[in-house]
């Protein structure tokens, strides 16, 4: 069974600040991953995604991808009260994606 | 708005009884997926199809599940008898390509209560 880790939080940050959120993975083979935003009682709803090391910027939102140490990050600039919400990180298996718990961050107005 | 309908939004069976879940893609996609979230847990995969079978299926979905594209558009989960543990949020995804690479479009779920 293919691992996905998060700290499930939750994770509080004030308005304005930036917000880091992690996840470690088991599966050496993974290509592909992905961080979900899902508000409470609805549907994950893609908002990044990357393929290689390094830094991949996206407006307020960075991804970044570590395959040696088996860690992705996702950092939130300028956090929003909006931007409250339970984050999922999701990495492809042989042929489909595994889900991390989420870790819930709540932006402080 | 998702571009992946699903119907009912919320449905409320008795244990035992058989739910029919639907979903409804809005693209030319072919690889649909199902996956549930039991509240306050991870999101877990359940089935995969594409070309109208199969194709591949986790340890959960289990002889009481079953999956058809029935008339080519609507996408269909059955639980043929619902125990209480089946109670989560049921999502249909859909990919453009096999396995996940360019991430999944989630549909806005259903939730089921089995009482």
């Known amino acids: 069974q293919k691992e996905v880790e998060q700290n499930s939080g939750p994770l509080s940050v004030p308005e304005g600040a930036i917000a880091s959120l992690n996840c470690t993975y088991s599966?050496?083979?993974?290509?592909?991953f992905f961080w979900y935003r899902q508000y409470s009682g609805k549907s994950p709803e893609l908002i990044m995604s990357i393929y290689s090391n390094g830094d991949k910027e996206d407006g307020r939102f960075t991804a970044q991808l570590n395959k040696a140490s088996q860690y992705v990050s996702l950092l939130i600039r300028d956090s929003q009260p909006s931007d409250s919400a339970t984050y999922l990180c999701?990495?492809?298996?042989?042929?489909?994606?595994?889900f991390g718990t989420g870790t819930r961050l709540t932006v402080i107005p | 708005e998702p571009e992946v309908t699903q119907t009912p939004s919320h449905q409320v069976t008795q244990m035992g009884q058989e739910v029919i879940l639907r979903c409804v893609p809005i693209s030319n996609h072919l690889y649909f997926y199902w996956y549930r979230q039991i509240l306050g847990q991870k999101v877990e995969f359940l089935v995969s199809f594409y070309n109208n079978e199969i194709s591949e299926k986790s340890e959960i979905f289990d002889d009481q599940f079953s999956v058809e594209r029935p008339d080519g558009s609507n996408f269909t989960l059955k639980i043929r008898s619902t125990k209480l543990e089946d109670s989560a949020m049921y999502f249909c995804?859909?990919?453009?390509?096999?396995?996940?690479?360019?991430?999944?479009?989630f549909g806005s779920g259903t939730r089921l209560t089995v009482v």
């Open positions: 995804a859909r990919a453009p390509v096999e396995g996940g690479n360019y991430g999944y479009t």
């Open positions: 999701a990495v492809t298996g042989a042929n489909n994606l595994f």
């Open positions: 599966d050496r083979g993974s290509q592909s």
